[in-house]
T-cell receptor
């Protein structure tokens, strides 16, 4: 079954701790994205990657880091510098951009809370 | 002013009703328009994807785009309790790098009662 898998579903972070959220896709998509969703706000873009070994900051990248070593994987690290990390984190991917504009598809999210 | 405005609801309707969900936007550079459905504790699921002004129909769903008024709508016919979810509008704009950035509305929560 093709899709986007995010893990874990729920994650708790202690003060001063870095945590990493996993995102894996088997859709052969080139582009991958990380969003943060807070109540009463639209999804906000954290980081995106259009191709392996390349990624760019989105609108709210401070306190976050990413890597894109493999096409299938785009992990997000929430560092201790992110002072308000409690949110629902969504990973998305999109088919090869050379095929024209295509919509993004989403995983089922990771809910991060502070202990 | 937000680039995309969407009434948060909740919007409560009886089963079988026609539902109208709407978004307005301010950026005339938006090119593609999407509607996503999001169930509680799940990721958004793409429902409709349109480019030009006019209507696009898919089963019980119709997406309408009016670029002159900067207004998009999603109509749901014969609404079902299983349609109860949050509906997100999203619009894309091309950045200088060729990246298509998505801008989302805040979502409208829909409740369909049996």
């Amino acid at each position: 079954d093709g899709g986007i898998t995010q893990s874990p579903k729920y994650l708790f972070r202690k003060e001063g701790q870095n945590v990493t959220l996993s995102c894996e896709q088997n859709l052969n998509h080139d582009a991958m994205y990380w969003y943060r969703q807070d109540p009463g706000q639209g999804l906000r873009l954290i980081y995106y990657s259009q191709i392996v070994n390349d990624f760019q900051k989105g609108d709210i990248a401070e306190g976050y880091s990413v890597s894109r070593e493999k096409k299938e994987s785009f992990p997000l690290t929430v560092t201790s510098a992110q002072k308000n990390p409690t949110a629902f984190y969504l990973c998305a991917s999109r088919v090869n951009r050379d095929m024209g504009n295509q919509p993004q598809h989403f995983g089922d999210g990771t809910r991060l809370s502070i202990l | 002013q937000k680039e995309v405005e969407q009434d948060p609801g909740p919007l409560s309707v009886p089963e079988g009703a026609i539902v109208s969900l709407n978004c307005t936007y301010s950026n005339s550079a938006f090119q593609y328009f999407m509607w996503y459905r999001q169930y509680s504790r799940k990721g958004p699921e793409l429902l409709m994807y349109t480019y030009s002004s006019g209507n696009k129909e898919d089963g019980r769903f119709t997406a309408q785009v009016d670029k002159s008024s900067k207004y998009i709508s999603l109509f749901i016919r014969d609404s079902q309790p299983s349609d109860s979810a949050t509906y997100l509008c999203a619009m894309s704009v091309a950045m200088n790098t060729g990246f298509q950035k998505l801008v989302f509305g805040t979502g409208t929560r829909l409740l369909v009662s049996p």
